[in-house]
């Protein structure tokens, strides 16, 4: 019990170093938004998803966890998947459509700390298969996705399209978050483990079609991966309405008769 207790209170280089790899890039995007370079922004935020998808990994592998590095990371990536695409797409477009543009970069930033305080306060008592609400990484690359696509391909914000656009998928990001739909976490696949030999082939295949356009390919996965949850949650509506309707049938076959 008191080396469990030491280990909580300990902090460890590795995990951290990339926990402030997050931090940074989700600040730089800021700057970079301030310096009207919005798709240096985007990039950085990806970077940012990058580093916070292994700072977890590697205090797993490693043995490394820490009380300090759970709150080091929250309060990263509040910034870095909070308040960094909320800026980044507000300085872009929605600026441009005046309270209603700040308010959905609000919307967004509230559902993103609502979103981070809620898996805190339920670490170790959710379904680790599945997020509650969509993670705030992933919010943060629909938002910056739909930048970095728009900006590659010279998307004209002069006809009123797109700021309303960029207005929707906002706000839509922010909701997300705080719904209770379930999204795959992806924390079932071990690292450790061997897998054959085509699984490698898929992974070469994955890197290949990024590569080939990433702002579109980046975009369009993220968006798939946005409304996969919604299609869970009916799916589990359904099979929980089919359980029931057979329950009470097989109750009522029972029913001892009149």
Known sequence: MPDERQRRRSIYLLPNAFTTANLFAGFYAVVQSMNQHFEVAAIAIFLAMVFDSMDGRVARLTNTQS??????????????????????????S???????????????????ALRLARFNANIGK???QYFQGLPSPAAAALV????WLSVDNKLSLSDGVIPWAAFAMTVY????????APFFSGKSFALGRSVPFWMLLLVVAVFVFVSSDPPVVLF?????????????WVWRLRRARRL??????????????E
């Open 220 to 232: 369009f996965l993220f968006v798939l991966y946005s409304l996969s949850g919604w299609f869970v």
């Open 144 to 147: 910056a996705g739909f930048v």
């Open 173 to 180: 990001a922010g909701v997300a978050m705080v719904s209770n």
């Open 126 to 128: 959710v379904d680790k």
């Open 67 to 92: 009380a300090f590095g759970e709150q080091y990371d929250s309060l990263a990536d509040m910034l870095s998947f909070g308040m960094a695409p909320a800026l980044v797409m507000y300085q872009w």
């Open 244 to 257: 029931g309707q057979r329950m009470r049938a097989e109750a009522e076959e029972h029913s001892p008769e």
């Open 94 to 112: 929605l600026q441009g459509l005046g309270r209603w543009g700040w308010l959905a970069a609000f919307i967004y930033v509230a559902g993103a």
